[in-house]
Protein backbone atom coordinates (compact mmCIF):
# COMPACT_ATOMS: atom_id res chain seq x y z
CA UNK A 1 0.00 0.00 0.00
CA UNK A 2 1.16 3.45 -0.93
CA UNK A 3 1.61 6.17 1.99
CA UNK A 4 -0.51 9.55 2.29
CA UNK A 5 0.40 12.17 3.89
CA UNK A 6 -2.26 15.29 4.33
CA UNK A 7 -3.51 17.69 7.14
CA UNK A 8 -4.04 21.04 8.81
CA UNK A 9 -2.75 23.97 10.56
CA UNK A 10 -5.12 23.67 14.13
CA UNK A 11 -6.22 27.17 13.59
CA UNK A 12 -9.62 26.84 13.70
CA UNK A 13 -12.91 24.71 13.24
CA UNK A 14 -13.32 22.96 9.87
CA UNK A 15 -16.11 24.28 7.53
CA UNK A 16 -18.16 22.46 5.06
CA UNK A 17 -15.71 23.90 2.18
CA UNK A 18 -13.05 21.55 3.90
CA UNK A 19 -15.70 18.37 3.71
CA UNK A 20 -16.11 19.19 0.34
CA UNK A 21 -12.46 20.41 -0.83
CA UNK A 22 -10.69 17.46 1.05
CA UNK A 23 -12.35 15.53 3.54
CA UNK A 24 -14.59 13.51 1.86
CA UNK A 25 -11.56 12.71 -0.73
CA UNK A 26 -9.50 11.69 2.94
CA UNK A 27 -12.46 9.09 4.46
CA UNK A 28 -12.74 7.31 0.91
CA UNK A 29 -8.96 7.09 0.64
CA UNK A 30 -7.75 5.93 4.02
CA UNK A 31 -9.07 2.41 3.40
CA UNK A 32 -6.88 1.51 0.23
CA UNK A 33 -3.58 3.85 1.58
CA UNK A 34 -1.59 3.67 4.35
CA UNK A 35 -2.77 7.40 5.76
CA UNK A 36 -0.86 9.72 7.56
CA UNK A 37 -3.01 13.07 9.08
CA UNK A 38 -1.08 15.51 10.41
CA UNK A 39 -1.99 17.99 12.69
CA UNK A 40 0.22 20.86 11.94
CA UNK A 41 0.84 22.75 15.19
CA UNK A 42 4.35 23.67 14.39
CA UNK A 43 3.35 25.34 10.52
CA UNK A 44 0.42 27.17 12.26
CA UNK A 45 2.68 28.27 15.20
CA UNK A 46 4.62 30.32 12.09
CA UNK A 47 1.79 32.86 12.40
CA UNK A 48 0.38 32.11 15.50
CA UNK A 49 3.91 32.21 18.35
CA UNK A 50 1.98 34.91 19.73
CA UNK A 51 -1.17 32.94 20.79
CA UNK A 52 0.57 29.40 21.90
CA UNK A 53 -2.79 28.69 23.61
CA UNK A 54 -5.34 29.31 20.41
CA UNK A 55 -2.96 26.56 18.64
CA UNK A 56 -3.06 24.02 21.50
CA UNK A 57 -6.83 24.43 21.91
CA UNK A 58 -7.40 23.62 18.29
CA UNK A 59 -5.38 20.72 17.85
CA UNK A 60 -8.30 18.28 19.85
CA UNK A 61 -10.89 19.93 17.89
CA UNK A 62 -9.17 19.49 14.81
CA UNK A 63 -8.69 15.54 15.95
CA UNK A 64 -12.50 15.73 16.79
CA UNK A 65 -13.21 17.19 13.32
CA UNK A 66 -12.15 14.33 11.46
CA UNK A 67 -13.06 11.95 13.70
CA UNK A 68 -16.71 13.13 13.76
CA UNK A 69 -16.40 13.28 9.72
CA UNK A 70 -15.24 9.40 9.59
CA UNK A 71 -11.79 9.65 9.90
CA UNK A 72 -11.45 5.65 11.38
CA UNK A 73 -7.79 5.93 13.87
CA UNK A 74 -7.92 1.95 12.64
CA UNK A 75 -7.07 3.07 8.91
CA UNK A 76 -5.77 6.48 9.80
CA UNK A 77 -2.48 7.64 11.65
CA UNK A 78 -3.61 11.18 13.06
CA UNK A 79 -0.36 12.43 14.54
CA UNK A 80 0.83 16.01 15.84
CA UNK A 81 3.34 17.66 13.90
CA UNK A 82 5.77 19.04 17.05
CA UNK A 83 5.55 15.59 18.71
CA UNK A 84 8.14 14.44 15.87
CA UNK A 85 11.27 15.84 15.95
CA UNK A 86 12.17 14.17 13.13
CA UNK A 87 10.29 16.72 11.24
CA UNK A 88 11.99 19.18 12.88
CA UNK A 89 15.75 17.62 11.87
CA UNK A 90 15.01 17.37 8.51
CA UNK A 91 13.83 21.04 8.05
CA UNK A 92 17.56 21.89 9.39
CA UNK A 93 19.58 19.41 6.46
CA UNK A 94 16.96 20.30 3.60
CA UNK A 95 17.39 23.93 4.40
CA UNK A 96 21.06 24.30 2.78
CA UNK A 97 18.70 22.40 -0.45
CA UNK A 98 16.52 25.74 -1.20
CA UNK A 99 17.28 29.31 -1.71
CA UNK A 100 16.06 32.01 -0.09
CA UNK A 101 15.20 33.45 -3.86
CA UNK A 102 12.95 30.26 -4.62
CA UNK A 103 11.32 30.64 -0.86
CA UNK A 104 10.57 34.18 -2.39
CA UNK A 105 9.08 32.95 -5.35
CA UNK A 106 6.54 29.85 -4.19
CA UNK A 107 3.22 31.68 -5.40
CA UNK A 108 1.65 30.60 -2.16
CA UNK A 109 4.05 31.82 -0.11
CA UNK A 110 4.12 35.21 -2.25
CA UNK A 111 0.42 35.88 -1.63
CA UNK A 112 1.28 35.44 1.80
CA UNK A 113 3.73 37.44 1.78
CA UNK A 114 2.40 40.80 0.43
CA UNK A 115 -0.94 40.08 2.62
CA UNK A 116 1.94 40.82 5.61
CA UNK A 117 3.14 43.62 3.81
CA UNK A 118 0.07 45.07 3.92
CA UNK A 119 -1.09 44.80 7.02
CA UNK A 120 2.23 44.63 9.18
CA UNK A 121 4.11 47.13 6.64
CA UNK A 122 6.64 47.09 4.04
CA UNK A 123 9.70 46.87 5.62
CA UNK A 124 9.34 43.43 5.76
CA UNK A 125 9.74 43.09 9.38
CA UNK A 126 6.68 40.70 9.94
CA UNK A 127 8.10 37.86 7.33
CA UNK A 128 10.25 35.43 9.71
CA UNK A 129 12.71 33.20 8.58
CA UNK A 130 10.15 30.52 10.38
CA UNK A 131 7.05 32.00 8.29
CA UNK A 132 9.34 31.56 4.85
CA UNK A 133 10.47 28.66 5.93
CA UNK A 134 7.40 26.70 6.28
CA UNK A 135 7.23 25.03 2.89
CA UNK A 136 10.44 23.42 4.01
CA UNK A 137 9.57 21.96 7.32
CA UNK A 138 6.50 20.98 4.64
CA UNK A 139 8.73 18.62 2.71
CA UNK A 140 9.92 17.47 5.78
CA UNK A 141 6.24 16.48 6.57
CA UNK A 142 5.90 14.92 3.66
CA UNK A 143 9.55 12.70 2.97
CA UNK A 144 9.77 11.91 7.00
CA UNK A 145 6.45 9.49 5.99
CA UNK A 146 7.59 8.58 2.40
CA UNK A 147 4.66 9.96 1.36
CA UNK A 148 3.87 8.87 -2.10
CA UNK A 149 0.34 10.74 -2.82
CA UNK A 150 -0.92 13.94 -1.03
CA UNK A 151 -4.55 14.77 -1.61
CA UNK A 152 -4.43 18.36 -1.42
CA UNK A 153 -6.45 21.77 -2.39
CA UNK A 154 -4.79 23.67 -5.22
CA UNK A 155 -2.71 26.28 -3.22
CA UNK A 156 -0.87 24.03 -1.92
CA UNK A 157 0.56 22.93 -5.29
CA UNK A 158 3.49 25.44 -4.58
CA UNK A 159 4.36 23.44 -1.87
CA UNK A 160 4.48 20.23 -3.23
CA UNK A 161 6.24 21.38 -6.11
CA UNK A 162 8.74 22.86 -3.44
CA UNK A 163 8.58 19.11 -1.48
CA UNK A 164 9.91 17.27 -4.82
CA UNK A 165 12.71 19.65 -6.19
CA UNK A 166 14.04 19.14 -2.28
CA UNK A 167 13.88 15.53 -2.37
CA UNK A 168 15.15 15.14 -5.74
CA UNK A 169 18.24 17.26 -4.88
CA UNK A 170 18.71 15.46 -2.07
CA UNK A 171 18.50 12.13 -3.82
CA UNK A 172 20.80 13.70 -6.61
CA UNK A 173 23.43 14.34 -3.82
CA UNK A 174 23.11 12.04 -0.91
CA UNK A 175 21.76 9.29 -3.25
CA UNK A 176 17.91 7.55 -3.46
CA UNK A 177 16.85 8.23 -0.20
CA UNK A 178 13.41 10.07 -0.23
CA UNK A 179 10.23 9.81 -1.60
CA UNK A 180 9.03 12.44 -4.44
CA UNK A 181 5.52 13.12 -2.88
CA UNK A 182 2.82 13.52 -5.73
CA UNK A 183 -0.48 16.38 -5.24
CA UNK A 184 -3.75 14.62 -5.95
CA UNK A 185 -6.54 17.44 -6.27
CA UNK A 186 -9.76 16.54 -5.14
CA UNK A 187 -12.50 16.68 -8.07
CA UNK A 188 -15.04 18.99 -6.29
CA UNK A 189 -14.14 22.47 -7.30
CA UNK A 190 -13.45 24.97 -4.14
CA UNK A 191 -17.16 25.78 -2.93
CA UNK A 192 -18.43 29.41 -2.72
CA UNK A 193 -19.44 31.61 0.67
CA UNK A 194 -22.81 31.62 0.96
CA UNK A 195 -22.10 35.36 -0.07
CA UNK A 196 -21.18 35.09 -3.29
CA UNK A 197 -17.39 35.11 -2.70
CA UNK A 198 -15.33 32.36 -4.54
CA UNK A 199 -13.90 30.86 -1.21
CA UNK A 200 -15.55 30.04 2.19
CA UNK A 201 -12.90 30.68 4.75
CA UNK A 202 -13.24 31.28 8.41
CA UNK A 203 -11.80 34.86 7.54
CA UNK A 204 -14.49 35.77 5.51
CA UNK A 205 -17.07 35.27 7.80
CA UNK A 206 -19.00 33.06 5.43
CA UNK A 207 -18.53 29.57 6.09
CA UNK A 208 -20.41 26.91 7.74
CA UNK A 209 -19.12 25.05 9.97
CA UNK A 210 -18.93 21.15 10.37
CA UNK A 211 -19.78 21.90 13.91
CA UNK A 212 -22.66 24.59 13.26
CA UNK A 213 -26.20 24.00 15.20
CA UNK A 214 -29.32 24.07 13.77
CA UNK A 215 -30.42 27.40 14.79
CA UNK A 216 -26.98 28.78 13.06
CA UNK A 217 -26.83 26.97 10.15
CA UNK A 218 -30.43 28.76 9.40
CA UNK A 219 -29.47 31.80 9.94
CA UNK A 220 -26.51 31.91 7.97
CA UNK A 221 -28.64 30.27 5.05
CA UNK A 222 -31.90 33.17 5.53
CA UNK A 223 -28.82 35.58 4.63
CA UNK A 224 -27.67 33.85 1.68
CA UNK A 225 -27.31 36.11 -1.21
CA UNK A 226 -29.91 35.32 -3.73
CA UNK A 227 -30.91 37.00 -7.39
CA UNK A 228 -31.16 40.77 -6.63
CA UNK A 229 -33.87 41.46 -9.34
CA UNK A 230 -36.65 39.28 -7.35
CA UNK A 231 -38.34 41.25 -4.66
CA UNK A 232 -41.78 39.83 -4.26
CA UNK A 233 -42.54 35.99 -3.30
CA UNK A 234 -43.60 35.14 -6.94
CA UNK A 235 -41.63 36.95 -8.98
CA UNK A 236 -39.17 34.37 -11.39
CA UNK A 237 -35.76 34.56 -10.83
CA UNK A 238 -32.58 33.47 -12.32
CA UNK A 239 -31.27 30.85 -10.31
CA UNK A 240 -27.64 30.55 -11.71
CA UNK A 241 -26.48 33.86 -9.88
CA UNK A 242 -28.63 32.53 -6.62
CA UNK A 243 -26.18 30.93 -4.00
CA UNK A 244 -29.12 29.26 -2.27
CA UNK A 245 -29.60 27.48 -5.67
CA UNK A 246 -26.02 26.77 -5.81
CA UNK A 247 -26.18 25.38 -2.25
CA UNK A 248 -29.26 23.22 -3.24
CA UNK A 249 -27.30 21.62 -6.26
CA UNK A 250 -24.97 20.13 -3.29
CA UNK A 251 -27.14 19.31 -0.59
CA UNK A 252 -30.24 17.90 -2.89
CA UNK A 253 -29.31 16.97 -5.79
CA UNK A 254 -32.65 14.82 -6.14
CA UNK A 255 -35.19 17.51 -6.05
CA UNK A 256 -33.00 20.09 -7.90
CA UNK A 257 -34.74 20.18 -11.14
CA UNK A 258 -38.03 20.99 -8.97
CA UNK A 259 -36.30 24.17 -7.49
CA UNK A 260 -34.53 25.76 -10.29
CA UNK A 261 -38.59 25.28 -12.31
CA UNK A 262 -40.56 26.41 -9.58
CA UNK A 263 -37.75 29.05 -9.36
CA UNK A 264 -37.53 30.59 -12.93
CA UNK A 265 -41.44 30.29 -13.31
CA UNK A 266 -42.00 32.44 -9.80
CA UNK A 267 -43.85 29.14 -7.82
CA UNK A 268 -40.85 29.57 -5.39
CA UNK A 269 -39.97 31.90 -2.57
CA UNK A 270 -37.33 32.79 -1.71
CA UNK A 271 -37.67 32.47 2.13
CA UNK A 272 -39.66 28.68 1.46
CA UNK A 273 -36.09 27.77 -0.69
CA UNK A 274 -34.03 28.64 2.10
CA UNK A 275 -35.66 26.93 4.79
CA UNK A 276 -35.69 24.05 2.41
CA UNK A 277 -31.95 24.15 2.06
CA UNK A 278 -31.41 24.84 5.83
CA UNK A 279 -33.10 21.74 6.61
CA UNK A 280 -30.97 19.44 4.04
CA UNK A 281 -27.72 20.76 5.64
CA UNK A 282 -28.80 20.06 8.91
CA UNK A 283 -30.33 16.44 7.77
CA UNK A 284 -26.41 16.30 6.31
CA UNK A 285 -24.79 17.16 9.16
CA UNK A 286 -26.49 14.80 11.45
CA UNK A 287 -24.24 11.90 11.13
CA UNK A 288 -21.57 14.45 11.85
CA UNK A 289 -22.87 15.97 14.78
CA UNK A 290 -23.73 12.94 16.29
CA UNK A 291 -20.17 11.77 16.31
CA UNK A 292 -18.74 14.78 17.53
CA UNK A 293 -21.28 14.21 20.25
CA UNK A 294 -20.00 11.28 21.24
CA UNK A 295 -16.25 12.29 21.11
CA UNK A 296 -17.11 15.39 22.87
CA UNK A 297 -18.48 13.07 26.09
CA UNK A 298 -14.89 11.15 25.41
CA UNK A 299 -12.30 13.10 25.54
CA UNK A 300 -9.77 10.69 26.68
CA UNK A 301 -10.47 8.46 23.89
CA UNK A 302 -9.54 11.56 21.55
CA UNK A 303 -6.30 11.80 23.60
CA UNK A 304 -5.61 7.87 23.19
CA UNK A 305 -5.93 7.98 19.44
CA UNK A 306 -3.61 11.28 19.06
CA UNK A 307 -1.28 9.39 21.69
CA UNK A 308 -1.08 5.98 19.69
CA UNK A 309 -1.18 7.89 16.23
CA UNK A 310 1.66 10.28 17.29
CA UNK A 311 3.46 6.83 18.55
CA UNK A 312 3.07 5.29 14.75
CA UNK A 313 4.20 8.10 13.08
CA UNK A 314 7.37 8.54 15.55
CA UNK A 315 8.50 4.88 14.46
CA UNK A 316 7.92 5.35 10.81
CA UNK A 317 9.40 9.01 11.09
CA UNK A 318 12.77 7.60 12.88
CA UNK A 319 13.14 4.59 9.71
CA UNK A 320 13.47 7.36 7.36
CA UNK A 321 15.65 9.42 9.39
CA UNK A 322 18.13 6.64 9.49
CA UNK A 323 18.33 6.47 6.19
CA UNK A 324 18.73 10.18 5.57
CA UNK A 325 21.52 10.49 8.38
CA UNK A 326 23.39 7.15 6.79
CA UNK A 327 23.27 8.83 3.30
CA UNK A 328 24.25 12.30 4.60
CA UNK A 329 27.07 10.55 7.03
CA UNK A 330 26.21 11.74 9.97
CA UNK A 331 25.16 8.64 11.20
CA UNK A 332 27.42 8.68 13.82
CA UNK A 333 27.46 5.53 16.91
CA UNK A 334 25.60 3.46 15.02
CA UNK A 335 28.10 0.81 15.52
CA UNK A 336 29.01 1.64 18.84
CA UNK A 337 25.23 0.67 19.41
CA UNK A 338 25.16 -2.41 17.82
N1 LIG B 1 -0.02 23.71 4.61
C1 LIG B 1 -1.21 22.97 4.94
C2 LIG B 1 -2.36 23.96 5.18
O1 LIG B 1 -2.11 25.11 5.45
C3 LIG B 1 -1.07 22.10 6.17
C4 LIG B 1 0.03 21.07 6.03
C5 LIG B 1 1.17 21.03 6.76
C6 LIG B 1 0.07 19.99 5.11
N2 LIG B 1 1.93 19.97 6.38
C7 LIG B 1 1.30 19.30 5.38
C8 LIG B 1 -0.79 19.53 4.11
C9 LIG B 1 1.65 18.20 4.64
C10 LIG B 1 -0.41 18.41 3.38
C11 LIG B 1 0.80 17.75 3.65
O2 LIG B 1 -3.50 23.57 5.11
Known sequence: ?????????????????????????????????????????????????????????????????????????????????????????????YSNLVSVSRLYRNPTTKAEVAQKKKLFGESGESITYGFLGYPVSQAADLTAFDCEICPVGDDQLPHLEQAREIARKFNHIYGETLKEPEAVLSKMPRIKGLDGNEKMGKSLGNAI????????????????????????????????????????????????????????????????????????????????????????????????????????AQEKASEVMARVRKNMKIDYFDDAKK
Open 209 to 312: YLKDDEETITKKVMAAVTDPSKVKKDDPANPDICMVYYYHKLFNEENIETVCKECKNGHRGCVQCKKELAERIIEFLKPIHEKRKYYESHLEEVDKILMEGTKK
Open 1 to 93: MKNILTGDRPTGSLHIGHFFGSLKKRVEMQYDYNTYIIIADVQALTDNFENPQKVRDNVRELAIDYLSVGIDPSHSCIFIQSMIPQIAELTVL
